[in-house]
C-alpha cells in the first residue's frame, strides 16, 4: 500500500516539475513580442491581414501635426486610412518613404488617406526629409510615441517602421511590419478598399 | 538524507515512534536512507527511481548548489560578452593561447552556457522533486491520529505509575479529559483494541510549519519563474524637455520574458523635466559625483492627471508596480543645420555617450541626410570644462563650466540612404570625404560656415541626458511573500516540539486500577519535555484523585521514573 502511494506521489510530482521546468527552458531563451489574434500572416513578407470580424478597433488618437495643425483619427471616419509609424532617423523608415509617396497618390483618387505618425523625432529633421522625398501628407508630432503606445494595446506594434491600415469603420485590417513593399500594401489595401 | 529520529533503543518505543520517523518527513531528510540501490525493486523500473532519488535527495541538491555558486564564479572573474563584448576582445588579444579554450568552455558567456543551464535546470528538478512528494507526506502527517498506545508504557523515556480508586475505563476517561482539555489530540481504545488506554500528541503546530516551509519554498520557485515569463527590463535615453511613452517601439533596448507582449507595458509616460548633477569641487575626491537626480512629471496611463517625482540614485520612481531607476547621465548639445538658402535641415539635441565617466568628455555623431548640396555628418567631442593641455583639448571637470563642441565634418553625395538599420550613435565614413583637414571648436552660440556652400552648422545649446533602466519583476513580491512565509514556517517547526503521551489502566487487585503513564517527544533538543512530563503526570494523578468517589483518599505523588532524572 505505501508503494502505491508513492507511486501516486511521484506521479502527482511529476506534473508540477515537468510544468516549472518547461516554464525555465522557455525562460532561456528570450522571448519575442508576439502578435495575437492574427488571423492570416504572411510568412515572406511580415504583414498581417485581420479577417473581417477580427479587427480591433483603432484608438481614436488626436495630436498636431509636424507643422502645429490638429490631427485627430475621427476626422478621417468613412474612409481607409494608411497610418505609417516613422521617424527620419531611422534607415528603414526613409527606404520605404519613396513608395508611400508614390502609392499615396495611387490611392488618393481611390478614397484612401495616408498619414504619419512621426515618433522620437524633431519636427525640423522630419520635415526636412519629407520635403526632399515628396511625401505631402501630413505627419503626427509623436515625439514620445504617445500614439504608438495606443496602438500597441490593440496591435503588435513592437518596431519602427510599422504600418496599419484601418478600415472605413475604424477597425485594424492589417499591418506591415517593418518597412513596407508595393507588393503587401497593395494586397491590404485592395481588400481593405472593397470591403 | 538522515532523518532526525528518536533513539530506538527498545521494542516499545519502536511502536510508539513508528509514524514519527517513517510517515513524516523532517526537514533535513527525504524519503529515508535509500541507500540499497537499485536492486531493490526489479531492474526494469529500479534504475529510474533510484536515479530519480538520488536527483531529489538533498545532499544532490546541495551538491548541485554548490556547483552553481562555483559555475558563477568565471561569470564574474572573466569578461562576459553579454556585459562588457569589448573587455571580451581585449582578452582575447592579451591572452591569445588560453582564450580560444576559455570560449570553448563557454567562459566568456557563463550564463547562457549549456553546462550552466544543466546545473540549474538539475537543481530546480532537485528542489521541486523533493519538496512535493514532501508536502504531501507532511499534509499527511498532519492529519493522523496518535499511534495506539505501547503495551508497556514504562519502557517509554518518560513513565510515571499512580493507583486509581476508579475502575480502569474511568481512570483512563478522566486523564482523556484532562488532556483533551489541554488541546492533545486524542485516540482512545476502540472495540478492536484490547485493554483500557488513551494516546494524546500535542504540537501539530509543527507539521504545519515544515508544510507552510515546504509549500512556501514551492511558491519561492513558482515565483522566480514568473518573473522570468512574464517580467521585463528595458533602456531608455531622455534629453531634458523629452516625453517617452512605455511601449516596446519607444525603448531603445528590451529584454522582455517569454510570455510578454506589447500590451503587457504599463501605460505610463514620462517627461524628463530637468536633471541635474552636483560634483564636489574641492579636495581628495573632486570631480566625482555628489548628487544626481532627474525631475520628471508622469502619468500612470493615457489621460490620467499628471504626477511629479524626483528620481535619483536608489529611489526610482514606482507607477503601476513598474520601477523606473536613474543609471546613467550626460550632455546633448543641441544643433541646428541650415542650408545655404536658409532652410532648416536639422534641429536636435543630440546624444553624446561619455568616453571618460570622471570628466564627461563626451563622443557623439550628427547626421544631416537632409545636408544639401551634401550629405552632411560629423564626429563629435564635447567638453564640458575644456582646458587647453599642450593644444590640445582636455575635460577638467564633470560640470558644464566652460562647455565647448570639437568637430569634424565630412560630406557625401548620396552615401546615407542606405535602408539598413544603423546605429545613431555611429557615423559610417565609407564614402565620405573631410570637409576640413583640422577639427573645428564651437562655443555655446557660435556657427561654422561650412565649405564648398553647405551652409552652417551651430552650437544653439547644451542640454543634459539621463539615461533610465525600466523594470517590471511580477515575481518579486510573491518571492518576498513567500521567503517570509518560509522563514516562518521554519521557526514554527523548529520552536514546536511534537509530544506524546500515552495513558494506560490495568485493573488492579483490590479494585482500582493502576494507571501507567508515558511520554515521548521527538527532537526534544531544548529539553523541555521532561519538566513537562513530570507536571503533566502530577496533574493527571490530581485530577483521578479528586475524580474518585471515596473522600478522605489521600493524595498520592506519582511515581515518577523519567529516564533522563534516573
Known amino acids: 500500500m505505501f508503494r502505491a502511494k508513492r507511486r501516486t506521489v511521484v506521479t502527482l510530482t511529476a506534473v508540477p516539475v515537468a510544468l516549472l521546468a ?130 500597441g494595446r490593440v496591435a503588435p506594434l513592437n518596431d519602427t517602421p510599422t504600418t496599419v491600415v484601418i478600415d472605413r469603420t475604424g477597425h485594424i485590417a492589417g499591418l506591415v511590419i517593418g518597412a513596407i513593399s508595393y507588393q503587401a500594401m497593395t494586397t491590404i489595401l485592395r481588400d481593405a478598399v472593397t470591403t | 538524507m538522515t532523518d532526525i529520529r528518536t533513539p530506538r533503543s527498545q521494542g516499545a518505543e519502536t511502536d510508539a515512534a513508528a509514524s514519527f520517523g517513517d510517515k513524516e518527513a523532517g526537514l533535513i531528510g527525504t524519503s529515508g536512507g535509500d541507500t540499497a540501490g537499485p536492486s531493490a525493486t526489479g531492474p526494469a523500473q529500479g534504475w529510474p527511481r533510484w536515479l ?322 551634401s550629405q552632411l555628418g560629423f564626429m563629435g567631442v564635447f567638453v564640458p570644462t575644456a582646458v587647453s593641455v599642450g593644444g590640445s583639448l582636455e575635460s577638467a571637470f564633470p560640470a558644464a563650466d566652460n562647455p565647448v563642441v570639437s568637430l569634424i565634418a565630412y560630406s557625401c553625395g548620396s552615401c546615407m540612404n542606405s535602408s539598413v538599420p544603423q546605429s545613431v550613435y555611429q557615423l559610417d565614413t565609407t564614402g565620405m570625404q573631410k570637409l576640413t583637414a583640422t577639427p573645428h571648436v564651437l562655443f555655446p552660440g557660435q556657427s561654422w560656415s561650412l565649405p564648398g556652400g553647405n551652409g552652417k552648422i551651430t552650437f544653439v545649446g547644451i542640454k543634459q541626458w539621463a539615461s533610465l533602466a525600466i523594470t517590471y519583476d511580477p515575481g518579486q513580491v510573491p518571492a518576498l511573500v513567500c521567503g517570509i512565509l518560509a522563514l516562518g514556517g521554519l521557526l514554527l517547526s523548529f520552536l514546536v516540539r511534537r509530544r506524546r503521551v500515552f495513558v494506560r489502566a490495568e485493573p488492579a487487585a483490590g479494585g482500582g486500577s493502576l494507571v501507567t503513564v508515558g511520554g515521548l517527544a521527538r527532537t526534544d533538543a531544548s529539553g523541555g519535555f521532561e519538566d513537562e512530563f513530570a507536571s503533566l503526570a502530577a496533574e493527571l494523578a490530581a485530577a483521578d484523585a479528586s475524580a474518585a468517589p471515596e473522600p478522605g483518599e489521600t493524595k498520592r505523588e506519582p511515581n515518577n521514573q523519567s529516564e533522563a532524572g534516573a
Not at chain 1, 494608411?82 to 488618393?108: H, I, K, M
Not at chain 2, 523533493?130 to 508497556?152: D, K, M, Q, Y
Open chain 1, 22 to 151: 518547461g516554464a525555465l527552458v522557455v525562460t532561456l531563451t528570450q522571448g519575442n513580442l508576439k502578435a495575437s489574434g492574427v488571423t492570416y500572416v504572411n510568412g515572406d513578407t511580415n504583414e498581417i491581414v485581420y479577417a473581417q470580424g477580427h479587427r480591433a478597433l483603432a484608438p481614436d488618437f488626436t495630436g498636431t501635426s509636424l507643422t502645429g495643425t490638429p490631427i485627430s483619427l475621427a476626422s478621417y471616419h468613412g474612409k481607409v486610412v494608411v497610418l505609417n509609424f516613422w521617424g527620419s532617423w531611422c534607415n528603414p523608415c526613409r527606404g520605404e518613404a519613396p513608395t508611400l509617396a508614390v502609392l499615396a497618390e495611387q490611392y488618393g483618387p481611390k478614397g484612401v488617406s495616408f498619414l504619419g505618425d512621426d515618433v522620437g523625432d524633431t519636427p525640423a529633421n522630419a520635415l526636412a526629409f519629407t520635403r526632399s522625398v515628396g511625401i505631402t501628407y501630413p505627419s503626427v508630432n509623436d515625439a514620445s510615441y504617445s500614439v504608438v503606445q495606443q496602438f
Open chain 2, 52 to 373: 530519480w532519488r538520488q536527483l531529489t535527495s538533498m545532499r544532490t541538491a546541495l551538491v548541485l548548489l554548490f556547483l552553481l555558486a562555483l559555475g558563477s564564479g568565471p561569470g564574474s572573474v572573466l569578461p562576459q560578452e553579454g556585459a562588457d563584448p569589448g573587455a571580451v576582445q581585449q582578452y582575447f588579444a592579451s591572452h591569445p593561447a588560453l582564450a580560444p579554450w576559455l570560449n570553448r568552455l563557454g567562459l566568456f558567456n557563463v550564463f547562457a552556457a549549456p553546462w550552466f543551464a544543466a546545473i540549474y535546470l538539475l537543481l530546480f528538478a532537485s528542489l521541486v522533486g523533493c519538496v512535493v512528494p514532501r508536502t504531501f507526506r507532511l499534509a499527511g502527517s498532519a492529519r493522523t491520529p496518535p499511534p495506539r498506545a505501547p503495551r508497556h508504557l514504562l519502557r517509554l523515556p518518560h513513565s510515571a505509575s499512580y493507583p486509581s480508586a476508579l475502575p480502569p475505563d474511568a481512570a483512563v476517561g478522566v486523564a482523556a479529559s484532562l488532556l483533551g482539555g489541554r488541546r492533545f489530540r486524542l485516540r482512545r481504545a476502540q472495540g478492536g483494541d484490547s485493554g483500557h488506554w488513551v494516546s494524546a500528541e500535542k504540537g501539530y503546530l509543527r507539521e504545519a510549519g515544515n508544510l507552510l516551509f515546504h509549500l512556501a519554498l514551492l511558491g519561492v520557485l513558482v515565483s522566480i519563474a514568473l518573473g522570468g515569463l512574464f517580467g521585463y527590463k528595458a533602456d531608455k535615453l531622455l534629453v531634458e524637455g523629452q516625453r517617452f511613452a512605455d511601449t516596446p517601439a519607444a525603448l531603445d533596448e528590451i529584454h522582455p520574458g517569454r510570455l510578454v507582449s506589447g500590451s503587457d507595458f504599463a501605460p505610463f509616460a514620462l517627461t524628463l523635466n530637468s536633471f541635474s548633477a552636483s560634483y564636489y569641487t574641492s579636495g581628495q575626491s573632486r570631480g566625482e559625483p555628489s548628487n544626481f537626480q532627474a525631475n520628471v512629471t508622469y502619468t500612470a496611463s493615457p489621460g490620467a492627471v499628471p504626477a511629479s517625482y524626483r528620481i535619483r540614485i536608489n529611489d526610482p520612481l514606482s507607477v503601476d508596480s513598474t520601477k523606473v531607476y536613474l543609471i546613467g547621465h550626460g550632455y546633448a548639445p543641441v544643433f541646428q543645420v541650415t542650408t545655404a538658402q536658409g532652410q532648416v535641415v536639422y534641429n536636435e539635441a543630440t546624444p553624446f555617450i561619455p568616453a571618460n565617466t570622471g570628466t564627461l568628455l563626451s563622443d557623439g555623431v550628427v547626421k544631416v541626410p537632409e545636408g544639401s548640396p
